[in-house]
């Protein structure tokens, strides 16, 4: 599949409602568990989410759209929701979420990107060159696994109590 | 965590308005491509889902509540939808299973399931003895791991569309 900013568009401004319809008012054994230490909960996903929207993917646009190459990005601190979303409640952050990321998509239309402005390079500081059309298409596959984490997290917290079923869920070993 | 018929309920109710959230009007190639022979695409999963709906779940549980060990379980055949979603738009896959899921939990929660009903066996063909409750819990898990499935699925579509990115994603390589 071809990226096209509509295509990835249609995806990027569903998530916020996807995550809302799949969280909201839901009990907190299913939303603040996670997978162990130092991994996620679907509690944290919507803190680290958020987080990309404000210090990430925009940013990055802009950098590759107004530097190219010459100004490296930003490196993304994967934990920062652990200070961010101190004393929220997940429903204020499925409303913080929705808030910018309306505002980012609408950011993003404006743009009115073309096939050579997706061909610009930016430098990532792990990775190397990679084009705006890279980045954008794994902004969409970012929101996708993240939605597929949580679901993974919510599914493993009941891994005990389904007796012999696990080994039909490889899912549930990863 | 512990089963509760309720926190269960919570997360089965709410699985025909994710998919709906998810799926609905994207262009087909987020939902009709799948990640390779013989694996579902979006489109396939949600008639996967409404063919669990029709011969597993419930006939399950009623078969346990009826019956004991004394009956096993009939086998679910998992490439039933190649068959029963001929000619049905997603859109009507979506409503089909919003409406049967409906009925189904419905069901459910008139049988004010105890903690003793709970306890009850069946006989699973390939995993030999189980609870109700291993079943439920069971039935919930399925429900996100084929969530998790869908959005895999999508996020693969872009893989090659990422530049050096996928490396990050392990979950693209499951």
Chains 1, 2 share one sequence.
Do not use: C
């Not at 939303?31 to 404000?54: A, C, Q, R």
């Amino acid at each position: 599949m071809k990226y096209s900013p509509e295509k990835s568009y249609q995806v990027l401004e569903r998530t916020p409602a996807v995550l809302r319809t799949l969280l909201s008012d839901l009990d907190d054994d299913w939303t603040m568990n996670n997978e162990g230490p130092d991994t996620f909960s679907p509690y944290d996903v919507v803190g680290h989410l958020i987080h990309g929207e404000k210090t990430d993917w925009t940013a990055r646009t802009r950098i590759i759209l107004e530097f190219g190459l010459s100004k490296p990005f930003v490196p993304w601190d994967r934990f920062a929701q652990n200070e961010e979303s101190k004393g929220k409640t997940l429903s204020q952050l499925l409303n913080e979420f929705e808030a910018i990321r309306t505002d980012n998509v609408a950011w993003l239309r404006s743009l009115k990107l073309s096939e050579a402005d997706l061909d610009k390079k930016g430098m990532h500081p792990k990775l190397g060159e990679v084009t705006l059309r890279n980045l954008l298409a794994t902004w969409v596959v970012h929101d996708l696994t993240h939605i597929a984490q949580i679901t993974r997290v919510m599914a493993k917290q009941y891994k005990e109590e389904m007796g012999p079923w696990p080994e039909f869920f490889r899912i549930l070993n990863f």
